[in-house]
Nanobody, 120 residues
């Protein structure tokens, strides 16, 4: 059974930091590109950060570049998102996503999401 379980969401003041974690099971984690998405109320889900299968390359949305860092541990089947200098605009539900492509087929797995609220 495939599972992605996020944790670490919380209420934090502007300028603060949070670390989100995602624990994966039920699939070959090291074969999947891992992503963090977020969705704020009334907005579409947006891609926040991506890390390649071996962790050698990362990519970030412009809105979080320089503040967020994605990392993964293939031995522990986990992916994390370190979020610093948080802003109210970062308030959203954050989702962990695993993605791979086999020939022409895309496979995507999603977690249930964790709420991050940035407010004073």
């Amino acid at each position: 059974q495939v599972k992605l379980v996020e944790s670490g969401g919380a209420l934090v003041q502007p300028g603060g930091s949070l670390r989100l974690s995602c624990a994966a099971s039920g699939f070959t984690f090291s074969n999947y590109v891992m992503n963090w998405y977020r969705q704020a109320p009334g907005k579409e889900r947006e891609l926040v950060a991506t890390i390649t299968t071996a962790g050698g390359s990362t990519n970030y949305a412009d809105s979080v570049k320089g503040r967020f860092t994605i990392s993964r541990d293939n031995a522990k089947n986990t992916v994390s998102l370190q979020m610093n200098s948080l802003k109210p605009d970062d308030t959203a539900v954050y989702y962990c996503n695993g993605h791979t492509r086999v020939v022409t087929w895309d496979y995507d797995y999603w977690g249930q999401g964790t709420q991050v609220t940035v407010s004073s």
